[in-house]
């Protein structure tokens, strides 16, 4: 049976109120740390708006580098969670940027697949998908890793300030139509804004139910 809502969002405040630290930058699966506490990924088209949601759950300003040129994070970036580091978060390198040099695309391309395909600490990855443009192609492809690979998911819309109701309410839909055909997706879309804080509460209690 799910617990109830106010307790989830109580543990997952509770998660995130201790300070959110950096631990390494991976580049390559083999720099991949051995084992670990349970990692929960977050992933999404470059610019989608990552960073900026991960300053936003952790509370803080400048954890994660909002990029000015799309795409400049190339790395799995690893940061503790917790009071004693009981959850790892991994940023993962935005994708679908389409002006990156072929090599580097590759290269990173294959992080995420190598990362997606064989991380047993991996519990739960969120797929960012920007309010405004919805699910594209290159998220498809993550998706059809991720059900392969049986790593479960949930879509996160950010940047929802930018859409009104009704549009809001139908892109949600829309998505969660399409994520509910999938086999390790959950089918509750959340919908966030980095800007107003909306969903930050929602997402965080998420994340913190990967421990239960
Ligand atoms: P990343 O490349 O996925 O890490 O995306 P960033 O966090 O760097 O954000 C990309 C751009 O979107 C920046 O110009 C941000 O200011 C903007 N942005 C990010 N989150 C939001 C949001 O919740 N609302 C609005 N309106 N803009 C956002």
Redesign the pocket.
Known sequence: MSEPRATNAAKGEALFRAPCTFLKGVKSAGDLPQGGPPEVAFA??????????I??LTGQKSL????IT????RELNYFSLGKSGELTLVDMP?YGYGLAPKIEVRGWTRLIQDYLRGRRELKRAFL?IDARHGLKDSDREIMTLMDEAAVSYAAVL?????LKEPELGKTVEDVAAEVSKRPAAYPHVIA?????GLGISELRAAVASVLD
């Open positions: 999404g088209r470059s610019n989608v708006g990552k960073s900026s949601l300053n936003a994660a580098r909002v990029s799309p795409g400049r994070t935005g960012l950010t940047k929802a300030d930018k966030t804004s980095a800007r107003t």
